[in-house]
């Protein structure tokens, strides 16, 4: 999923190619990232570096919503890139059996495209 930096993973390769589609359109748009750490079936912002758990709701729609969820616009690819490699960072990992750096927890990277300058 991360690859390496000579051998990029699907995240960055998807982010590149949205990105790549989006300045070609001609249109005006917003990407706003965030990535949240699922550990312990507790939910972190790991972009802002704090423990403090953030709770799961779901609106009428049943849409899921973290709220106080800090989102981070990108507007390039190197945007994108100091945003991810900055908060991978602050996931737990430990040593096992198998590996030195293995992950603890879950991870999931939230992408909103929107067009115009932002609103959503």
């Known amino acids: 999923m991360q690859g390496s930096r000579t051998d990029p ?3 960055h ?8 589609r989006l ?8 990407i706003a990232c965030s990535l949240i750490e699922i550990y312990n079936e507790k939910v972190y912002d ?5 423990t ?10 049943r849409n899921i919503l973290i709220p106080n969820l800090v989102t981070h616009r990108v507007s390039c690819v190197r945007d994108f890139e100091a945003f991810y490699g900055n908060t991978m960072q602050q996931r737990r990992t430990a040593i096992t059996k198998l590996n030195t750096k ?3 927890s879950h991870c999931c990277l939230m992408v909103e495209v929107s067009e115009g300058n932002g609103d959503r």
Request: glycine fraction near 10%; avoid cysteine.
């Open 102 to 104: 293995s992950s603890r």
């Open 13 to 20: 390769r998807a982010l590149e190619a949205l990105i790549g």
């Open 52 to 61: 403090d758990e953030l709770p799961i709701r779901e609106d009428a729609n």
């Open 23 to 30: 300045e070609q359109s001609g249109n005006r748009w917003q």
């Open 46 to 50: 790991l972009s802002t570096g704090t």
């Open 9 to 11: 993973g699907i995240i």
